[in-house]
Every structure is written in structure tokens, then in C-alpha cells.
């Protein structure tokens, strides 16, 4: 024990602290995300998700929940359960666009040309990261 830790420090430093030290589940799978397309491991769209969840190349997929194409959403979760990938659904194709870069920044950062995505697969994670630790536990926590 550290002596300079009181008691209440002490219990409060063996308790798990929720979702590894504030950072939530969307601000994990962004930065995973971000560093994936970065190195060119992200496959985004119906095709591209689907040639990669087929090929078994996915580590994790990411489905938006207003696709206004029940069928697309039957088949992306009908793959990732058979081939058993990890799925994490978000609310918005307009943010999970931006997120997989299908946009324009202008001068001040803010995003311009806005692009849906109803689907993105991580192929590569790119590098390990807090954020990708973050993911990996939610998903072992799930199973």
C-alpha cells in the first residue's frame, strides 16, 4: 500500500473506475476509429463492409440505427453474428460519416459536405490505444 494514500484513497483506487478513466463509449470508438483510417484499415459502406465481414478481415463493425433500409441492417447484423465480430450500433449516419472521414473540414474545423454512413468495418485497428482497450473491455464485459 501506499503509505501517502489515506483509507478512503485507498478503497477508492481498488475500485474499477467506469469506463477506463472517463472516457466514454463514444469517445473510445471515434479516436478507434480515427486511428483505423488513418491507417487504412476501415472498410465504409454496404459493399466494402460486407466484402470485409465475408473475408473474416473485420475486428469490428459499426451500424448506424436510422438506416432507413430495414434489409441492410438485417444483413449487416445476420454477418457479424455469424461470423461472430463484434457489432456496436450508433443513432446517427450523419455523425458516424463524419467520424469515418466522409467529409470536408473548412478553415475553422468545421465539417462541411457531409456525407451519410449506415456502415464502417475496422479491418486494422491501426495501433493499441486507451481507446482501443476501452472497446475491448466493453466487449469482453458483453460476452
Not at 489515506?6 to 469517445?27: F, I, K, N, Q, R
Given at each position: 500500500?501506499?503509505?501517502?494514500?489515506?483509507?478512503?484513497?485507498?478503497?477508492?483506487?481498488?475500485?474499477?473506475?467506469?469506463?477506463?478513466?472517463?472516457?466514454?463509449?463514444?469517445?473510445?470508438?471515434?479516436?478507434?476509429?480515427?486511428?483505423?483510417?488513418?491507417?487504412?484499415?476501415?472498410?465504409?459502406?454496404?459493399?466494402?463492409?460486407?466484402?470485409?465481414?465475408?473475408?473474416?478481415?473485420?475486428?469490428?463493425?459499426?451500424?448506424?440505427?436510422?438506416?432507413?433500409?430495414?434489409?441492410?441492417?438485417?444483413?449487416?447484423?445476420?454477418?457479424c453474428s455469424e461470423h461472430s465480430i463484434n457489432l456496436i450500433k450508433v443513432a446517427d449516419q450523419m455523425e458516424l460519416g463524419e467520424w469515418v472521414g466522409l467529409c470536408k473540414y473548412d478553415d475553422e474545423g468545421k465539417p462541411r459536405n457531409l456525407v451519410k454512413c449506415s456502415c464502417c468495418v475496422v479491418k486494422d485497428y491501426g495501433e493499441q490505444s486507451e481507446a482501443l482497450n476501452v472497446l475491448l473491455e466493453h466487449f469482453k464485459s458483453q460476452n
Open positions: 500500500e501506499d503509505p501517502t494514500m489515506s483509507e478512503g484513497e485507498a478503497a477508492a483506487a481498488v475500485t474499477p473506475v467506469p469506463e477506463a478513466g472517463g472516457m466514454d463509449m463514444l469517445t473510445a470508438l471515434k479516436d478507434v476509429l480515427k486511428k483505423a483510417l488513418i491507417h487504412d484499415g476501415l472498410a465504409r459502406g454496404l459493399h466494402e463492409s460486407v466484402k470485409a465481414l465475408e473475408r473474416r478481415q473485420a475486428h469490428l463493425c459499426v451500424l448506424a440505427t436510422n438506416c432507413t433500409e430495414p434489409a441492410y441492417l438485417r444483413l449487416i447484423e445476420a454477418l
